[in-house]
C-alpha cells in the first residue's frame, strides 16, 4: 500500500469521503447557487491531501499510472470542449450561456484533479472509496427529501416515474441529480465486469443500480447499455489486453453516449 499504516489508510479514507460526500451534498435543490459551489470547492481539499501526502513521503510509483489514467479522460474532456466551441460558434450563443459552459468545463477539470487524488491515495480501491462519499450524499438527500415529501407521496411519484409519467413531480423531480446519478453508470460498469467477486462488490452494485435508476436520466438509461454492447464488439475484435483499457473502452463507450445526449448543457 502507498500509505503506511493501516490505521493512516483507514483516516484517510474517512477523510475522502467526507469531503466528497459533503461536496456532493451541493446538488441538494435546497442550496443557492453560491452555497452550491462552496461545497463543492470542499473536494479541493482532496487534492491538497493528495499533495500534502506526495511532499512529506515522496513516493511516486503510482503517479504515472494515475497520471495515465486521467491522461485518457482528460483526452476526452478536450474532445469534448472542441465540440462545444465548435457548437457555440455556429449557433452564435451568448457570453453568458459560454460563460456558464466552461464553468462546467473547469469543474470537469477538477473533478480530473479529485481522480487522479483518489488514484495515487488509494490504488483501485479509490473507485470504491468515492462511492461510499457518493452513496452517503445520495442518501441522505433520499432522507431529506423522504421528510420534505412524506413517505406515501415519496412513493407514488416514483410509481409515476417509472410508469412513463412525462413529468416528474416531488420525490421523484428532487431525485434527479444530474452529475451524481450519471456516475452510477460508471460504478455499475467496474462492479458488473472488473471487481472482485465479494459482498461489498453485490452490495455496492444494488446500490448503484438503485439509485441510479432513482436519478432517471434517460439519457444514462440508454448510454449503459450500448457502452456494454460497444465494449463487447470491441472484445471480440482483438485479443483481450491490459485490465485498464478494458475498463477504458468500456466507460468511454458510456461517457460517448451520455455526452452525445446533451444539449446546451442539459441532458433529458
Same mark, same amino acid.
Given at each position: 500500500?502507498?500509505?503506511?499504516?493501516?490505521?493512516?489508510?483507514?483516516?484517510?479514507?474517512?477523510?475522502?469521503?467526507?469531503?466528497?460526500?459533503?461536496?456532493?451534498?451541493?446538488?441538494?435543490?435546497?442550496?443557492?447557487v453560491?452555497q452550491?459551489?462552496?461545497?463543492?470547492?470542499?473536494?479541493?481539499?482532496?487534492?491538497?491531501?493528495?499533495?500534502?501526502?506526495?511532499?512529506?513521503?515522496?513516493?511516486?510509483?503510482?503517479?504515472?499510472?494515475?497520471?495515465? /489514467?486521467?491522461?485518457?479522460?482528460?483526452?476526452?474532456? %478536450?474532445?469534448?470542449?472542441?465540440? #462545444? @466551441? +465548435?457548437?457555440? =460558434?455556429?449557433?452564435?450563443?451568448?457570453?453568458?450561456?459560454?460563460?456558464?459552459?466552461a464553468?462546467?468545463?473547469?469543474?470537469?477539470?477538477?473533478?480530473?484533479?479529485?481522480?487522479?487524488?483518489?488514484?495515487?491515495?488509494?490504488g483501485?480501491?479509490?473507485?470504491?472509496?468515492?462511492?461510499?462519499?457518493?452513496?452517503?450524499?445520495?442518501?441522505?438527500m433520499?432522507?431529506?427529501?423522504?421528510?420534505?415529501?412524506?413517505?406515501?407521496?415519496?412513493?407514488?411519484?416514483?410509481?409515476?416515474?417509472l410508469?412513463?409519467?412525462?413529468?416528474?413531480?416531488?420525490?421523484?423531480?428532487?431525485?434527479?441529480?444530474?452529475?451524481?446519478?450519471?456516475?452510477y453508470?460508471?460504478?455499475?460498469?467496474?462492479?458488473? /465486469?472488473?471487481?472482485?467477486?465479494?459482498?461489498?462488490? %453485490?452490495?455496492?452494485?444494488?446500490? #448503484? @443500480? +438503485?439509485?441510479? =435508476?432513482?436519478?432517471?436520466k434517460?439519457?444514462?438509461?440508454?448510454?449503459?447499455?450500448?457502452?456494454l454492447f460497444?465494449?463487447?464488439?470491441m472484445?471480440?475484435?482483438?485479443?483481450?489486453?491490459?485490465?485498464?483499457?478494458?475498463?477504458?473502452?468500456?466507460?468511454?463507450?458510456?461517457?460517448?453516449?451520455?455526452?452525445?445526449g446533451?444539449?446546451?448543457n442539459r441532458c433529458?
Amino acid at each position: 500500500m502507498i500509505i503506511n499504516g493501516e490505521k493512516r489508510k483507514i483516516a484517510m479514507e474517512i477523510a475522502y469521503i467526507l469531503m466528497l460526500m459533503s461536496a456532493a451534498m451541493g446538488d441538494l435543490k435546497v442550496f443557492s447557487v453560491s452555497q452550491t459551489r462552496m461545497m463543492k470547492a470542499i473536494s479541493l481539499f482532496i487534492v491538497v491531501m493528495a499533495a500534502a501526502y506526495l511532499f512529506i513521503s515522496g513516493r511516486l510509483e503510482r503517479v504515472k499510472t494515475a497520471a495515465s /489514467f486521467v491522461g485518457v479522460y482528460g483526452f476526452v474532456l %478536450i474532445g469534448i470542449i472542441v465540440w #462545444s @466551441i +465548435f457548437l457555440w =460558434i455556429i449557433n452564435i450563443e451568448s457570453i453568458d450561456f459560454i460563460l456558464r459552459g466552461a464553468s462546467k468545463f473547469m469543474y470537469q477539470f477538477l473533478v480530473l484533479l479529485i481522480i487522479f487524488s483518489g488514484a495515487y491515495l488509494f490504488g483501485e480501491r479509490a473507485i470504491f472509496t468515492t462511492f461510499y462519499g457518493l452513496a452517503a450524499a445520495n442518501m441522505l438527500m433520499v432522507v431529506y427529501n423522504l421528510g420534505v415529501y412524506g413517505i406515501s407521496d415519496s412513493i407514488n411519484s416514483v410509481i409515476a416515474m417509472l410508469m412513463g409519467s412525462d413529468a416528474q413531480e416531488g420525490f421523484a423531480r428532487a431525485m434527479e441529480i444530474h452529475d451524481i446519478t450519471f456516475t452510477y453508470g460508471f460504478f455499475i460498469i467496474y462492479l458488473l /465486469f472488473f471487481a472482485q467477486h465479494t459482498k461489498e462488490r %453485490i452490495l455496492c452494485l444494488l446500490v #448503484s @443500480i +438503485f439509485f441510479f =435508476i432513482l436519478g432517471w436520466k434517460r439519457i444514462a438509461l440508454l448510454a449503459l447499455p450500448v457502452a456494454l454492447f460497444f465494449g463487447l464488439i470491441m472484445g471480440r475484435m482483438k485479443p483481450k489486453t491490459y485490465r485498464i483499457y478494458e475498463i477504458h473502452r468500456l466507460v468511454c463507450g458510456y461517457h460517448f453516449v451520455w455526452v452525445c445526449g446533451c444539449n446546451k448543457n442539459r441532458c433529458i
